[in-house]
């Protein structure tokens, strides 16, 4: 199945009941972020990196649940795409990682990026979503509307959770 004959909006759907059931209770935020990786990560061909990186303090990121070839550990809130998304707490959808200043290539073969932050619902940054592709333009508005909805729902179910 190529990336424009899938249905993502229902793929989407699929994955949100999946994550609804395995979550329901959950109150650890690492199994969470585990759980959510790994469910993505599956669900959609174009997904080929696949995870978090938590805001540590001091304007820090720091890696933590994926799926896929190995991230960087740690990512600064000045450098990259994960750091924008953070710094402007703002989803960076990217197209050409190319033409985005500073991005930061774990992987030679990433074309395309979205990178999603984590907020609770108070407005404090807990994580980014990141998912690179290996295809140029691989993420859509569809992606974007559907991964910030799952965001928010992270967000206000984890927002109290001990260990960030
Ligand atoms: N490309 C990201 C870095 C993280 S990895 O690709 C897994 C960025 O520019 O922030």
């Given at each position: 199945m190529t990336t424009q004959t899938l249905d993502r909006a229902s793929r989407y759907a699929d994955v949100r009941q999946r994550l609804d059931a395995l979550l329901a209770?959950?109150?650890?935020w690492i199994s969470g972020m585990a759980t959510v990786a790994c469910e993505l990560h599956q669900a959609?061909?174009?997904?080929h990196w696949t995870g978090f990186y938590r805001a540590?303090?001091?304007e820090q990121l720091r890696v933590g649940p994926y799926q896929g070839t190995h991230g960087c550990l740690h990512i600064s809130f000045d450098r990259g795409v994960c750091g924008a998304a953070a710094r402007q707490q703002q989803t960076q959808l990217v197209p050409?990682?190319?033409?985005?200043?500073?991005?930061?290539?774990?992987?030679?073969?990433?074309?395309s990026e979205i990178v999603v932050p984590v907020l609770?619902?108070?407005?404090?940054?807990?994580a980014v979503l990141d998912v690179d592709s290996n295809?140029?333009?691989?993420?859509t508005t569809t992606d974007q509307e559907h991964l910030e909805a799952l965001c928010a729902q992270l967000g206000a179910q984890f927002a109290s959770a001990p260990v960030r």
């Open positions: 209770g959950e109150t650890d959609f061909p174009y997904f540590v303090g001091d050409d990682v190319e033409a985005f200043p500073g991005h930061i290539a774990c992987s030679s073969s990433t074309r609770t619902p108070e407005g404090e940054l807990l295809d140029p333009a691989a993420f």
